[in-house]
């Protein structure tokens, strides 16, 4: 068996690695022998593949929880590093542990904690960064872990409702498809062999329903199935390109359905993050150039770009947003204005974060209560005018006889 460990040296150098040995005892005893003193050992976590790690990535609830823990270490007033190695320690992600891990060598070794974060902006993003610096500058680190922490579960929640809320349409047109696989391919060929033999006039749906159900079992249903995966492919492609993304992101706010909860979501995302920022002591065009970053759309992204610019320039932040209504809605634009008049702008975005993300909530369970019944609809006229094509001409001929 294989144990992944980390260790301590007589001088106090840190060293990780793996050894191999029969037990957990045994491969303790080898590294003591090595003149070793264990801080952590732990048996390597091998999946059905060995040692490949599939779908082992660092999720937002990982650095969540990680956030949570690492304040309430610094809370109870342990040391940086040993707060790192005790959290990172604990991880129940491989990949996730090794990376903290190696953030507290590099910060034992005299980098400030934000540096050793920034090695990694797969997980930890410019905001998480930026806010850790201002931690850092401040001296309440603690208190800027709680935030993000705060801010990370938030966000967690809401990506988790939102896709939640896609899992029921998303089943039901599996279903959907699926039940015309089995009609194609189990039923339907019986039922038209036995409408064939009857020699009865077939109605006009009935033969639509045999020609589609013979087309989807040919060579017809293998092509259909091509172009869709084909399809998929190109929009996917097209979508990781520049021009492509800015294409989808403009649909995407088009979209008659999902528009205005797309809006919500960007404006809610924009106002918390820059909220935070601001009251992380972070400059407002500094918090601007971060939260364009990661908003997640380019339209979106460019109107945060020239508000910057016009911050810079001496403009206001609420005279800038203005100027995008479609983007930003005028009512989020004058409560900025009331903020920057006031000098407590970050009071004002979490009003309206708390604002936009009930809106939010209410607009997925509206778009449910739509979606739902709708796509049973279809399920069930898809399968009844299958059923009714078959069973009209056996009603039929039956009569005749």
């Known amino acids: ?14 060293k990780t690695g793996s050894i191999d040995a029969g037990s957990v005892q045994a491969a303790a005893e080898v590294l003591r022998q090595q003149g070793l003193f264990i801080t952590f050992l ?12 599939l779908f082992e990535g660092v999720s937002g609830k990982d650095v969540a929880v990680f956030s949570r823990q ?3 270490m610094f809370a109870a007033n342990v040391s940086l590093v040993e707060s790192l190695r005790t959290v990172g320690g604990q991880l129940s992600n491989q990949s996730f542990r090794e990376k903290i891990l190696k953030i507290a060598q590099t910060v034992e070794a005299g980098s400030p904690l934000s540096d050793a974060l920034a090695r990694y902006p797969d997980v930890f993003s410019s905001f998480f960064v930026s806010m850790v610096k201002a931690g850092e500058v401040s001296g309440n680190l603690s208190e800027q872990f709680n935030y993000l922490a705060d801010y990370l579960e938030k966000q967690y929640y809401l990506a988790g409702k939102v896709k939640a809320a896609m899992v029921y349409p998303a089943v039901i047109v599996v279903v959907m498809f699926g039940v015309l696989f089995l ?8 039922l038209t062999a036995m409408l064939q033999e009857s020699e009865t006039e077939l109605p006009a749906i009935t033969k639509a329903v ?18 869709i995966i084909a399809v998929a492919v190109a929009v996917f492609r097209i979508s990781r390109t520049k021009g ?31 909220s935070v920022l ?18 997640g759309n380019d339209l979106y992204r460019d109107a945060i770009r020239k508000t910057a610019e016009g911050v810079r320039k001496g403009e206001t932040v609420s005279s800038v947003l203005f100027n995008y209504p479609d983007l930003f809605p005028s009512m989020f634009s004058q409560m900025i204005m009331v903020g920057e008049q006031t000098g407590s702008m970050d009071k004002s975005l979490l009003v309206m974060v708390n604002f936009y993300e009930k809106e ?19 399920l069930g006229l898809l399968v009844g005018g299958v059923v009714g094509s078959v069973m009209i001409p056996l009603y039929n001929s039956m009569n005749a006889v």
Do not use: H, W
């Open 210 to 227: 045999i020609a589609t159900t013979d087309f989807i079992r040919g060579i017809g249903g293998i092509i259909v199935l091509l172009c």
């Open 183 to 190: 009609l194609s391919y189990f039923v339907m060929p019986n």
């Open 278 to 295: 601001i009251s992380g002591g972070i400059p407002i065009t500094r918090a601007l150039e971060i939260t364009r970053d990661i908003v």
């Open 42 to 53: 732990r048996k390597e976590d091998r999946g059905a593949f060995g040692n490949i790690r």
């Open 70 to 72: 690492l304040a309430v």
């Open 244 to 274: 492509g993304k800015r294409f989808f992101d403009n649909l995407s706010l088009r979209l008659p359905v999902f528009k205005n909860l797309l809006k919500m979501l960007y404006v809610s995302r924009f106002a918390d993050n820059l």
């Open 360 to 378: 939010a909530d209410r607009a997925i369970d509206s778009m449910l209560v739509l979606i739902e019944p709708a796509l049973i609809i279809v």
């Open 1 to 14: 068996m294989k144990f992944v460990y980390q260790a301590r040296t007589k001088s106090g150098e840190v």
